[in-house]
C-alpha cells in the first residue's frame, strides 16, 4: 500500500534557524509526492510538489524540499524560519485509482506540528 | 477566481441525526473529492466524484454517500450521525486529467452531540 509517514509530531526551532519536517514514503512504482500547510481551523494550502525531475523543489513561502530515493525520503526545508511558519504540516503521496485512469486519492500523513519561536 | 467555496462553515448535531455539506470546485474544476480530518489526524479519503459518478471510494460505511451536479458542485451526506463523525470535512477539486495538486476548500466543521 501507498503511505507515508512522519515522524516527528512536533517540531520547535528558532526564528531565522534553518528548519526541517521530515516525511519518509513507501510506495511501488515512481512517487508523486506533495506538502500541504494547514494553520488553525483553515483548509490545507499546497505548499509543492514531487513529480519527476530535480531532486530539490522550491514552493511557496520560500519552502523547498529535497527528494531522496535511496532514502525514501521527502523532507521539507526552509533556510531562515518565520514565525509566521507556525502551522500543521502534512506530507501526502498520490495514489492511483484502481480501475485506472489518472484520477487518484491523496493519502497523508499524520501531519507535524512546527513552532517557531521568537 | 473563486477558489473552493463549502458550507457551512460549522454545524452541530446529534447522534442519530442527518447531515449535508456542500461544495463548489474552483472555476475550471471537474472533479471533487471528499475527506475527513479526524482532530490531530491527517485527512482521510472518502470518495471521489467526476461526471455526477462516484468513481473511488475509501474506507468509509454506507452511511456516507455523495452527489456530484452538472455545474460540478458536490454534496456530501452522512446518515445515523455518530459521535465518531466528529470532524473538519474537507472539500478538494482538480481536474480529472491532470496528476498535479488538489486544492481544497476551508473545510465544514461538524460536532455531532
Known amino acids: 500500500a501507498q503511505s507515508v509517514a512522519q515522524p516527528e509530531d512536533q517540531v520547535n526551532v528558532a526564528e531565522g534557524n534553518p528548519l526541517t519536517v521530515k516525511c519518509t514514503y513507501s510506495v511501488s512504482g515512481n512517487p508523486y509526492l506533495f506538502w500541504y500547510v494547514q494553520y488553525p481551523n483553515r483548509g490545507l494550502q499546497f505548499l509543492l510538489k514531487y513529480i519527476t525531475g530535480d531532486n530539490l523543489v522550491k514552493g511557496s513561502y520560500g519552502f523547498e524540499a529535497e527528494f531522496n530515493k535511496s532514502q525514501t525520503s521527502f523532507h521539507l526545508k526552509k533556510p531562515s524560519a518565520l514565525v509566521s511558519d507556525s502551522a500543521l504540516y502534512f506530507c501526502?503521496?498520490?495514489?492511483?485509482?484502481?480501475?485506472?485512469?489518472?484520477?487518484?486519492?491523496?493519502?497523508f500523513g499524520k501531519g507535524t506540528l512546527l513552532t517557531v519561536n521568537p | 477566481d473563486a477558489g473552493v467555496t463549502q458550507s457551512p462553515t460549522h454545524l452541530i448535531k446529534t447522534r442519530g441525526q442527518q447531515v449535508t455539506l456542500r461544495c463548489s470546485p474552483k472555476s475550471g474544476h471537474d472533479t471533487v473529492s471528499w475527506y475527513q480530518q479526524a482532530l490531530g489526524q491527517g485527512p482521510q479519503f472518502i470518495f471521489q466524484y467526476y461526471e455526477e459518478e462516484e468513481r473511488q471510494r475509501g474506507n468509509f460505511p454506507d452511511r456516507f454517500s455523495g452527489h456530484q451536479f452538472p455545474n460540478y458542485s458536490s454534496e456530501l451526506n452522512v446518515n445515523a450521525l455518530l459521535l465518531g463523525d466528529s470532524a473538519l470535512y474537507l472539500c478538494?477539486?482538480?481536474?480529472?486529467?491532470?496528476?498535479?495538486?488538489?486544492?481544497f476548500g476551508e473545510g465544514s466543521r461538524l460536532t455531532v452531540l
Open positions: 478538494a477539486s482538480s481536474l480529472y486529467t491532470f496528476t498535479g495538486e488538489l486544492f
Open positions: 501526502a503521496v498520490r495514489v492511483p485509482s484502481g480501475s485506472g485512469g489518472s484520477n487518484y486519492k491523496l493519502t
